[in-house]
């Protein structure tokens, strides 16, 4: 699409953002509604050193910039996987970018673009952008999470995304939901992510072949993920309807307790597995209708999202308009105070 004519000479103020994965980066620049003016799409090189990644990062910001013309370029927006201190800048590690290890990604790319940057959680600037403008739009109070190959969240609260004490607030998806659940990724038990995303129904399902649970699923081999699981489930296997039953209640029980955290007017739910549809939907609005106490349900939405995939792209763009300081200045203050103590 050919969009330049709507930016340049415009006199618009544009926030760039980048939405970093570990198989692709998009970089967009976005007015203060969230609407995409220009966009690019480029392969990650992700078994790179971050140096490398930076650089090309930074190259398609400058390409992107050049295309917005004498729009007013306030900032840079980065959405990044992984845990990551938002104020600092720093991304401790990130899934399926193997040598990014603290990496200043904030100073880094600031340097090569010679623009402020801002760096956030990409589920948690997800659910940013889908609480501004997305399904959840204008909501003062809304509660996202993604059901992917993790379970990844992002919290608005009082028309703020929470960010924590660290900045790692927000990991719905590592709540405990029973005491000696299955195995987490994160070497806990239980974890709502451990019942839930698309990688532990594959490996649950893989337990239950091992132990002689007749399935159906046994004909993928080591292949098997959740795309398996839907399909055999729509094909009557019962293993499979178990477990995304299964994973349905979870879900539900992670909801009900966050329901009584939040109490959010919005719940949105996405990511690769929500698409499964009311095999995993009906068993969660069951636990939530069934459990959860009436105040927290009244006028309550539980809906999948509106943005798609770029609403983490939206997030850190809208991060930028809305300005980071109030993200930075009480920690920074009391960390410059104790420095010089
Ligand atoms: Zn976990």
């Not at 692709?24 to 220009?38: D, M, Q, T, Y």
């Not at 100073?107 to 959840?136: H, Y």
């Not at 477990?243 to 007017?265: C, E, K, Q, W, Y």
């Not at 996405?270 to 995993?280: A, F, K, N, Q």
Request: hydrophobic share 45%; proline share 5%.
């Amino acid at each position: 699409m050919d969009s330049g004519l709507r930016t340049q000479d415009s006199g618009l103020d544009v926030a760039l953002a980048i939405d970093l994965g570990g198989t692709r980066f998009r970089v967009a620049a976005v007015s203060p509604e969230g609407r995409i003016l220009e966009r690019s799409d480029h392969l990650t090189q992700a078994e790179a050193a971050p140096e490398v990644v930076i650089a090309e990062l930074s190259a398609a910001v400058a390409e992107i910039s050049g295309r917005v013309g004498s729009a007013h370029i306030l900032g840079l927006g980065v959405a990044a996987p992984g845990p990551l201190d938002p104020d600092a800048g720093i991304v401790y590690w990130a899934p399926n970018l193997p040598l990014w290890v603290n990496v200043p990604l904030t100073k880094l790319l600031s340097a090569a673009t010679g623009l402020p940057v801002v760096v956030g959680n990409d589920a948690n600037l997800a659910g940013f952008a889908e609480a501004r403008c997305g399904a959840g739009c204008g909501a003062m109070n809304l509660v996202y999470l993604t059901v992917s190959t993790g379970v990844g969240s992002g919290i608005v609260v009082n028309g703020q995304l929470l960010l924590g004490d660290k900045g790692a607030a927000a990991e719905a998806g590592h709540m405990a939901i029973s005491r000696d659940g299955p195995l987490c990724s994160c070497g806990n038990r239980g974890c709502l992510e451990a019942y839930a995303s698309g990688t532990s129904l594959a490996k649950r399902a893989r337990e239950a072949i091992a132990v002689g649970r007749p399935t159906t699923l046994v004909a993928e081999g080591e292949g098997l993920d959740a795309t398996h699981i839907a399909a055999a489930a729509e094909a009557g296997d019962s293993l499979a309807q178990e477990l995304i039953a299964d994973a349905g209640r979870a879900l539900g029980l992670g909801v009900r307790n966050l329901l009584h955290l939040f109490n959010p007017s919005v719940v949105v739910i996405g990511g690769g597995v929500s698409h499964i549809g009311p095999r995993l939907w009906d068993p969660m609005m069951d636990v939530i209708a069934a459990d959860t106490w009436d105040i927290y349900r009244q006028g309550l939405r539980v809906v999948p999202p509106d943005l798609g995939d770029d609403s983490g792209l939206i997030g850190a763009a809208l991060l930028v308009h809305e300005g980071r300081a109030r993200f930075r200045a009480p920690r920074a203050a009391s960390r410059q105070r104790g420095a010089e103590r």
